[in-house]
């Protein structure tokens, strides 16, 4: 399962999210979206207008902090 954090500099949410997941135990790459433009296009073209994003093997994906999505994603992980 590859989980994908589109982020931004300075963005709170962004921070919690990733600090959940560590938690958590789950891996997952990081992308700024402020120096990938394909990957601004990317979360754009899947309907997002803002950080953060998260994007689950493609096809699942949400923004913001959402603990009950990463306590899926752990158990779903074990």
Known sequence: ?????YSKPGC??????????????????????TTNAAALEYVQDLGYSQAH????????HWS???PTQ??????AIQ
């Not at 709170?12 to 990081?30: M, N, P, R």
């Not at 994003?53 to 699942?60: D, K």
């Open 1 to 5: 399962m590859k989980i994908t954090v």
């Open 12 to 33: 709170q949410q962004c921070k919690f999210t990733c600090l959940a997941l560590d938690h958590a135990g789950i891996h997952y790459s990081v992308i700024d979206l």
């Open 70 to 75: 990463i306590e899926r994603l752990r158990l």
């Open 64 to 66: 913001g902090f959402n």
């Open 53 to 60: 994003i998260v994007v689950v093997s493609g096809h699942h």
